[in-house]
Structures are given as C-alpha cells and as structure tokens.
C-alpha cells in the first residue's frame, strides 16, 4: 500500500495555506482523485504521505467542490465521504462503523455547520462537549468481562486490521478494567514527545532509521510485530459502546448517557482520556463558549506534551446525538475544527554551518520559504552530524519542517517519495567554518578546537549584551573593532589591558565616547554575581540556569569548588550537564581568576553559600531565595509589556526581581504558578491564568507588592 511513485503535484507541497485550488476540468479533477487516494494510503499505512495535512486537506476540498458543480463526473474511486479517504481495507469488522469527522477551519464555518445541525434536530443543541483532537491513530478496543481482548485498527472505517500484538504496550489502556463490564473503548494511541524521543533513541540503536515524527512513530509502532524492543505509546479514550455481549442493562445504560459521562465511565474504569491532561473535554452549552473552549484549548498548543491538531466539538446528549444520525462517513453531531498546520513540506535548499559563541558548530537548514502556523519560515535547525546522517537528508530534498508557537522550527524529514534524483550529498565541514582550525568531533555536537575563543567576537559581545554585564557603547561592531586591532583575545582583557588610549585610537571613538565606555566598563563591575556568571558562557547554562547556580552556590568560590554531584543540587542541572559545567569552569579558571582580580563582583547578593556537606535540595541559598521575600516560594511568570515603574526593565531584569523577592521566575502557566504579572498585550498566558484560576496582578500591583527590590 506504501507509495512509491510521485504523482503529477495538483496541490504543490509547501503552497501557502489557503482555499481550495480550483480544478479547472475532469482531467485535472481524475489527478486530484488519484493523488488523494495515493497520499492517504501512504499516510495511514506508515504516515509518509508526499502531501502534508494543510496541502492534503485543500486537495480533498478541490475535490468535493468540483464534484458539487459536476455530480455525474464524480468517480468511484473519489475520497469523498469515505473514512480513511478510501484508501485503506481490514479484515476484522467493527460492530458499528468507525466513522471519521467532518472539518470546520474557522469560526463561521463552525457557527454554519451548529445551526445547520440545529435546524436537522429541530432545536438547540443542549450542550456541547469540547476537547482536544489528538493527533494519532484511531483503535478500537474489546473488553470481554473487564479483560482486553483485541485491539483493531479504523481501517475503512466497516473493518479494520487486528494489532492485538500491541497488548500490554500502550499507556491508559489498562489489560484489565477495574469492572468486570464487556465494552468496546475508542479512542487514539500517539506517542507523547517524550515517547517519541524515546522510541528514535532506541530505534537509531538497532540500526532503524528515526521516524519523521510522533505520529509516523506510532503508525509504525502500533503494526510492527515481532520488534526486538518495545517502545511505548499512550492511548486517549475518546468513545464507549457497548459489544454485543455487554448485557441490555449497560447496553441501554451506555446507549443513553451523555459523551461526558461516557468519559467519566472509562475513567472509572482505569481508562485514560484528555481529562488526566491540561486540555480536559469540558461541556458548555453556546457556542461562543464552544468557540472561547477552542481558543484556550489551541492557546495551549505548544505547551502540550503530545500532538493535536485541532478540537473536537460534539452534541453531548445521547438524545441530541440520536436526532441528528450519522452520514456514511462521519456523524452529523459532531466536527473537527482543525488548528493550523505545524508541519509542512518545503525544499531543502541548503545546509549552513554557524559557529556559536562556545564554539558549538551547527548545521541549519536553508529552506525554500513556507508559510506555517502564521508565519514564513526560511531557516530550521538540523540538531548535529549525525542526525544528518541517520535521517539520510539530501540538498534538494522535499522535507517536512515542524514549528510550533515560539519554538525553532526543525526539519523532520525527506519525503522520499518526491525525490527526482537529482539531489545532492550534503557535505560536512573538514575545518571550522569560522576560524580554520580543527573540529572536534568527539561529541554529537561539533565543536571548533578552539572553543570559545574561536567566536571571540560573538562570546565578547554576548558577554556585553543587556541581560549579562550590561556594557553600553559595547555593541558588535566595537567588539569587532577591539579583537581585529588584537586589544581583546578574552573576555578579561576588557577589564585589565584595554586602556584608555587604546581607545582613542580605534576609529569613531572621540573623548567622549571613550570616558563613557570606561565608565561602563566599571559599572560591570558591580553586576552580581549570576550576571558575571551567565557572562562567561558556560556552554548549558543561559540567563536563568546561572541565576539558580549563583543564588545557590553565592560565592564564585563555591561554584569552583563545587563538584559534578554538588552541581546537581541545582534545581534543572542533571546528571549529564553537571560535568559539563564543572569542565568548563576548570577551563575558564584563569579567565575567571582575571575577572576577580580585576574587580568584578563574584558574590550573589540576598545569597548564602551552602553549609558544608549540606545534602541534596539543602543548599542554604536555595533556602534563602525560597523561604523569604513577598514572593516567598511562589512561582511568578510576567507576560506582556511592563508599564510604571517596571517599564525600563527587560524580561530578564523582571525575572531577576522575581527571585530577588523570593520567588522563582516562569516562563509558562501551568496549576502550579502562584502569580502572573500581565501587563499590556498579554495573550495566551493571561488566558491561562484566568481559566486555571490563578492570581492576575498588573505591573503597578507587582511593583508595589515587590517595591523594595526594585533597583
Ligand atoms: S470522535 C464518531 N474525538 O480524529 C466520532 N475523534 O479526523 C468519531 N480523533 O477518526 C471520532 N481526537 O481518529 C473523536 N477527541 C476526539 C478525537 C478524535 C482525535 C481522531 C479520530 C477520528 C479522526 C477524525
């Protein structure tokens, strides 16, 4: 069933989104039917469609249009009204058809479709049920007296393929219920992203190749049989009927209730759904709450810890449900409103190598522009070499790209059905990119020999930047200036060689400029000590890992001493990154040993040092940054722009008053935040806020609750 031959592109991959392309005759229309059906087959045999949702979605719309306006043309082969597009058969027979959904992709087409749903029952809705549509496969799952029995695939929809084998593998499908009750559970097996990362590090290891995404990876997964390792999947129940031999009791029982209550039931029964997750099926009764319900769900998007890829909106009365009936291919009480797509398909156009300020050299991806999840995207990372490699990308490749809210975009992978021939080996770097010298590619991650010292001028510059010492009139181009005259070969060299006359001679640098320059050149001497720290640029450490590893240790001295199991009493430092920061601070031991004697500060005000021997979490400076202060353990996330007294303070001057306060600075909402500071323009966080009930406090609020720690 896999495809492996392109056919003539009607919808191109990597179009930007929009309405259906027309198709202009039957010719053009008999092309479109053949790529869908091709394109779907791929894409539930093993997810490796040569079109990606957005382009596939537009593809099965031109259709259904051109069949509107020429009904007798339409073919048999048509993946109009058909679950799975038609393109898939099993052998095992659902007991009731498993049905696919129809799709809204805006807020009028849904508002059309309820009152078109409406006007069929002959009444309003009662209420509607709302939760997320995951982003998997659908299984059906048979339960004999409590016991799982058998696990089938949608298939066509009339019958499906047995993966029984999968007993025992997927998460929230327990191999027992907690009643002894016969009943089939529907619902989507996905792999969770931790899941997913999982299953490609143990797949990679039994020489397989990785699998493009989480999706791809359970579609594979759920068929493979007889694998030398399982991996696991996660199961979300979204569907409870009753089999033939349920007893009339619990049959009419279920044939009556609510889809809430549904849901409630297979919780009870040791079932996971979306209620265990942070987009729970809510149930409201208008549809401007459906809509609200819509855009908290999609809000949280990003966040998730799995895949959707839209909501799903259902009658929720059993009785509602019944009125409205069901087409052949989906039912007439319920819609996928889909969110837009965060893959798409584009052409690798070229492989960049950048040097990073520690020296890491990193491939990026130079991509043919698309536009994703509201914006273009050009550029997406390629992680290292070796990811390079086992996913077998090639110059010229069409290649699904991932972006989601504010995340890097990344490439996933070829699709290897549209591959011409034409493309070409990507060729890695024998030398740095930057400086020439020797590569050391010891470690996933490249690294120029040199480290650091090769992007002299992007680790000087970063160690100026606003949120490290904060030196004014030292941008990149000075910073360029001072290393090509040979003034500075290390971040010291600012602070005990640069001298003023050094400065006079560089060009545009008058009296002026330069006696302000020194002058900020000393006020970075009094920067705390996490800024000092966040400065040298130890490689995993950013802005707030070094305010932790500051308040924590509060001395530069006890940083140095400490070693990699002590480093580990940071909260967020694990077992792999401890040892690399007490390297790397062995390596910066001289350059740090300048900066004391130069006279930057090397203690973390408010902070204690740990008292010796102190075991895990019991790092004094840990306590005092908790146990005092208005925020006094509380976890504060600012959204929004900052007004009042706050407003010359950038996001991480916010976050350093936060835990000067005693909090801990966030940067995402979740049950657990104590406060959010909103301040205008607030988008998403607020939303969250308000709907997990979390205290809300404008700028002004904040800075008088936290006033005497304002600088
Ligand atoms: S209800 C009769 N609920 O989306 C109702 N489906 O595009 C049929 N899906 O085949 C399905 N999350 O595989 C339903 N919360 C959810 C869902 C969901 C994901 C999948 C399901 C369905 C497909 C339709």
């Given at each position: 069933m896999t495809t492996t031959t392109a056919v003539p592109s009607v919808v191109p991959a990597g179009q930007a989104p929009a309405e259906a392309t027309a198709l202009s005759d039957a010719t053009a229309y008999a092309a479109a039917v053949e790529q869908a059906v091709q394109a779907a087959a791929a894409y539930y045999d093993n997810g490796s469609s040569a079109l990606d949702d957005d382009a596939y979605d537009r593809l099965v719309r031109a259709i259904a249009e051109y069949e509107a306006a020429h009904p007798d043309e339409t073919l048999p082969g048509s993946p109009s009204g058909k679950v799975a597009g038609g393109a898939v058969e099993g052998d095992v027979p659902h007991t009731v058809p498993m049905l696919s959904l129809d799709n809204a992709f805006s807020d009028e087409e849904f508002t059309t479709w309820a009152a078109s749903l409406e006007r069929r029952i002959g009444r309003p809705v009662a209420s509607w049920n709302v939760q997320p549509k995951l982003d998997g496969l659908a299984i059906a799952a048979r339960y004999q007296q409590g016991r799982l029995t058998r696990l089938i695939?949608?298939?066509?929809?009339?019958?499906?393929?047995?993966?029984?084998?999968?007993?025992?593998?997927?998460?929230?499908?327990?191999?027992?219920?907690t009643e002894p009750a016969t009943v089939e559970v529907r619902g989507e097996v996905l792999m969770t992203t931790a899941q997913f990362e999982y299953a490609n590090e143990v797949r990679t290891q039994h020489g397989g190749d990785p699998f493009a995404n989480p999706r791809?990876?359970?579609?594979?997964?759920?068929?493979?049989?007889?694998?030398?390792?399982?991996?696991?999947?996660?199961?979300?129940?979204?569907?409870?009927?009753?089999?033939?031999?349920?007893?009339?009791?619990?049959?009419?029982?279920?044939?009556?209730?609510?889809?809430?209550?549904?849901?409630?039931?297979a919780v009870r029964y040791g079932v996971n759904t979306p209620a265990s997750t942070e987009v729970p099926?809510?149930?409201?009764?208008?549809?401007?709450d459906v809509l609200a319900r819509v855009r908290e769900i999609g809000a949280r998007r990003a966040q998730l810890p799995f895949g959707i890829d839209g909501i799903v909106i259902k009658a929720d009365l059993a009785a509602d449900q019944r009125a409205a009936g069901e087409g052949t291919r989906a039912p007439r009480w319920a819609l996928a409103f889909k969110l837009p797509a965060v893959e798409k398909i584009t052409k690798l156009l070229d492989v960049e190598w950048n040097v990073g300020r520690t020296g890491i050299i990193a491939p990026r991806a130079v991509?043919?522009?698309?536009?994703?999840?509201?914006?273009?995207?050009?550029?997406?990372?390629?992680?290292?070499?070796?990811?390079?490699?086992?996913?077998?990308l090639r110059l010229g490749d069409h290649v699904m790209v991932y972006k989601a809210g504010d995340i890097i975009p990344r490439v996933e992978a070829p699709v290897a059905q549209l591959r011409t021939g034409d493309e070409r080996e990507i060729t890695f770097p024998a030398a740095c990119p930057q400086c020439g010298s020797g590569i050391d590619t010891g470690e996933q991650r490249w690294r120029c020999e040199r480290g650091r010292n090769c992007h002299l001028v992007a680790s000087v510059a970063y160690a100026a930047g606003r949120d490290q010492l904060d030196i004014e009139g030292l941008g990149h181009s000075r910073v360029v200036q001072l290393v090509d005259a040979g003034l500075v070969s290390a971040l010291p060299d600012l602070f005990d060689r640069l001298t003023r006359d050094d400065l006079l001679g560089?060009?545009?640098?008058?009296?002026?400029?330069?006696?302000?320059?020194?002058?900020?050149?000393?006020?970075?001497?009094?920067?705390?000590?996490?800024?000092?720290?966040?400065?040298?640029?130890?490689?995993?450490?950013?802005?707030?890992?070094?305010?932790?590893?500051?308040?924590?240790?509060?001395?530069?001295?006890?940083i140095r001493a400490a070693d990699a199991e002590a480093m580990q009493q940071v909260e967020g430092i694990g077992g792999e990154k401890a040892p690399v920061i007490v390297t790397e601070l062995a390596e910066l031991s001289d350059q740090i040993d300048r900066l004391a004697a130069a006279g930057l500060s090397m203690t973390e005000p408010g902070a204690t040092?740990?008292?010796?021997?102190?075991?895990?979490?019991?790092?004094?400076?840990?306590?005092?940054?908790?146990?005092?202060?208005?925020?006094?353990?509380?976890?504060?996330?600012?959204?929004?722009?900052?007004?009042?007294?706050?407003?010359?303070?950038?996001?991480?001057?916010?976050?350093?008053l936060v835990e000067r306060a005693g909090g801990k600075a966030s940067g995402s909402v979740s049950k657990n935040t104590g406060l959010v500071v909103a301040g205008e323009g607030a988008g998403s966080k607020r939303t969250k806020a308000e709907t997990l009930g979390i205290r809300l406090a404008t700028p002004d609020e904040f800075a008088e609750l936290v006033g005497e720690f304002i600088r």
């Open positions: 695939t949608r298939g066509d929809g009339t019958a499906g393929e047995d993966v029984s084998h999968a007993i025992g593998t997927i998460e929230g499908l327990p191999t027992e219920l791809n990876a359970a579609a594979g997964t759920l068929r493979a049989k007889d694998r030398a390792y399982t991996v696991p999947m996660t199961f979300f129940g979204y569907g409870l009927l009753p089999l033939p031999d349920s007893g009339d009791g619990l049959a009419a029982e279920l044939a009556d209730s609510a889809h809430g209550d549904l849901m409630d039931r099926g809510t149930v409201v009764t208008t549809v401007e991509l043919e522009p698309v536009d994703i999840d509201g914006s273009t995207v050009t550029y997406a990372t390629l992680h290292n070499p070796a990811d390079i490699t086992r996913r077998g560089l060009e545009r640098m008058g009296e002026t400029s330069t006696d302000n320059l020194l002058a900020a050149l000393d006020a970075a001497k009094r920067q705390p000590l996490s800024r000092v720290l966040c400065a040298l640029g130890i490689r995993g450490t950013g802005r707030s890992m070094s305010r932790r590893i500051a308040r924590h240790f509060a001395t530069m001295d006890a040092p740990p008292a010796p021997g102190a075991g895990a979490g019991a790092g004094a400076g840990a306590q005092v940054s908790s146990d005092t202060g208005p925020l006094a353990g509380m976890k504060v996330v600012v959204t929004g722009a900052m007004t009042g007294p706050l407003e010359k303070l950038s996001r991480n001057e916010m976050n350093e």
